[in-house]
Nanobody
């Protein structure tokens, strides 16, 4: 199985912006739920944002607070996460993931996703 692959992680200053991208191989990309998760130091992997399937609804973690925007391009099999107003608390490893389907509740659960990228490191300096 070919896994998703993220890109875009790096070092940014607090208050800055960054766009993460992920390529998710496979013909069925348009019929899959997709999401971004992160693992910050000392914490378990947590939900950041997702796009449900069916329906395509967008879901965000409370800590995003309107700062992040998730989007997908089905023609290119890509999933993006635009992040603005970054803070040091956003430092961590960010993962993209794909799954069969999810709802407003289950899209936030790691167990829903069966394909994961290797992760990309984001460091936000104060």
């Amino acid at each position: 199985q070919v896994k998703p692959e993220e890109s875009g992680g790096l070092l940014v200053q607090a208050g800055g912006s960054l766009r993460l991208s992920c390529v998710i191989p496979g013909r069925a990309f348009s019929r899959r739920a997709v999401g971004w998760f992160r693992q910050t130091p000392g914490k378990e992997r947590e939900f950041v944002a997702g796009i449900g399937y069916p329906g395509g609804s967008l879901y965000y973690a409370d800590f995003v607070k309107g700062r992040f925007a998730i989007s997908r391009d089905n023609a290119k099999n890509t999933l993006d996460l635009q992040m603005n107003s970054l803070s040091p608390e956003d430092t961590g490893v960010y993962y993209c993931a794909a799954g069969a389907a999810c709802t407003s509740v289950t899209c936030r659960m790691t167990r829903v996703y069966d394909s994961w990228g290797q992760g990309t490191q984001l460091t936000v300096s104060s």
